[in-house]
């Protein structure tokens, strides 16, 4: 049953990677036997992910990719298809950003910088990777996205529509890309990271939050990277167009 969860043989592109649940990811992914480009728009923080994992034994290299840049993207999924050997299996689109106001005070400008890099930036770098992705049935798009995009959220309109924008494309891309053995699923996890900050240190706002979640703690990024382990191995392969909330019970 083990070697149903193993990754060996293959090629993974985890974006956002620099840090917090991209960072546990890709370390996840290289322990699980794959070859992984680590990517964020701050190539030092991805260097320093494919360095840790390199020095444990894993086999990883970075890159500078801003999500919504489809020149960046192309290069980015052709050095990811290079260290498989001419093939991508893996997709993770995780960059994401936050940019909160009430919706009264909402900006056009923040409303489309969050969309941009949440929507678009799934949008093009699936569409990048399209071309490298095999159809032996191994290939995997995994999008992140967030209880926001389920049942909504407070003070940021913008967030929980791009949220809610990458639960329909993933089942866009799974109904499409079915006739290529590919399959395209969606995890919405909560954990302890920076974009959650103000969330966990802010006295009220914790409080709230916590009494929210059945299981009353937040998760650690690397108790989140198991489930994208196993969206992308063979235990998952007759999976297609779901989402699961890894949430600690938050979305019931």
Same mark, same amino acid.
């Given at each position: ?7 060996? @043989? ?12 991209? !960072? ?37 290299? $970075? ?28 997709v993770v689109n995780n960059a994401g950003v936050i940019a909160?106001? #009430?919706? %009264?005070? #909402? ?23 399209? %071309? ?13 996205t967030s209880a926001a995009g389920l049942v909504g959220t ?6 929980? $529509?791009?949220? !809610? @924008? ?23 996890? /909560? ?22 979640? %059945?299981? @009353?703690?937040?998760?650690? %990024? ?14 998952? $392969? ?5 989402? /699961?909330?890894?949430?600690?019970? #938050?979305?019931?």
């Amino acid at each position: 049953m083990s070697d149903s969860f193993t990754l060996a @043989g293959r090629s993974a592109l985890v974006t956002g990677a620099g840090g917090g649940i991209g !960072a546990a990811v890709a370390t996840a992914y290289a322990a699980a036997g794959a070859v992984v480009l680590v990517t964020d728009r701050d190539k030092d923080a991805a260097a320093a992910v494919a360095d840790r994992i390199v020095a444990a034994g894993g086999r990883a290299q $970075a890159a500078a990719l801003d999500v919504t840049n489809a020149d960046q993207a192309t290069t980015a999924v052709e050095q990811a298809a290079d260290l498989g050997g001419g093939t991508l299996n893996i997709v993770v689109n995780n960059a994401g950003v936050i940019a909160p106001a #009430m919706f %009264p005070k #909402m900006t056009p400008e923040k409303f489309r910088f969050v969309l941009d890099v949440h929507v678009g930036g799934t949008f093009t770098v699936t569409q990048a990777a399209l %071309p490298h992705l095999p159809d032996d049935g191994t290939g995997r798009v995994i999008n992140v996205t967030s209880a926001a995009g389920l049942v909504g959220t407070i003070g940021q309109v913008n967030y929980g $529509a791009a949220k !809610a @924008g990458i639960i329909g494309l993933t089942k866009s891309f799974a109904k499409e890309l079915a006739r290529r053995k590919i399959t395209a699923n969606a995890v919405a996890p /909560l954990a302890a990271t920076n974009m959650t900050s103000t969330l966990r240190t802010d006295e009220k706002l914790s409080e709230t939050t916590l009494a929210r979640i %059945p299981l @009353g703690r937040w998760a650690s %990024p690397d108790e989140i990277a198991g489930t994208f382990v196993f969206f992308a191995s063979d235990a998952a $392969a007759y999976i297609t167009g779901q989402v /699961l909330p890894v949430d600690g019970g #938050m979305v019931i």
